[in-house]
């Protein structure tokens, strides 16, 4: 990871939730507030995902590094453990199948987040 690219990437490029997300876990995982916080989250969508990876790309990343967000952040643990994936569709600009991928890990995601599912589009925790 180059330090000096992420501290150029927070106030230069495009920042969503979920890039900010791996951002605070790797440069500030001290200034997290709980896991719980909304200010927290993982891409939702190719757009979403676009920013995380271009902030890869920017920060040269390793593995290792997303690893850490996880650490941090455990429900990130589903769309790391798929990285190799999302990254091979999203280059391959298949968007479709980006958002199949990361909707196929919602609910493990929720689950990571203490969340419980009580209806088909509702959760709770509890």
């Not at 969503?16 to 719980?36: D, E, I, Q, R, Y």
């Not at 569709?89 to 493990?108: H, N, P, R, T, W």
Request: one cysteine or more.
């Amino acid at each position: 990871m180059d330090k000096n690219k992420m501290i150029e990437w927070i106030g230069t490029q495009n920042v969503g939730v979920s890039s900010k997300t791996m951002w605070v876990a790797l440069m500030c995982p001290k200034c997290v507030n709980g896991n719980n916080s909304w200010n927290y989250d993982v891409p939702h969508d190719a757009d979403d995902f676009s920013r995380c990876y271009h902030l890869s790309k920017f920060a040269r990343l390793s593995l290792d590094d997303l690893r850490k967000v996880e650490k941090v952040f455990p429900y990130w643990k589903p769309i790391i453990d798929e990285w190799a994936n999302l990254v091979s569709a999203y280059v391959g600009m298949c968007y479709d199948s980006v958002f199949d991928i990361l909707q196929g890990k919602y609910d493990e995601i929720m689950n990571l987040k203490g969340l419980t599912k009580t209806s088909e589009s509702t959760w709770e925790k509890v």
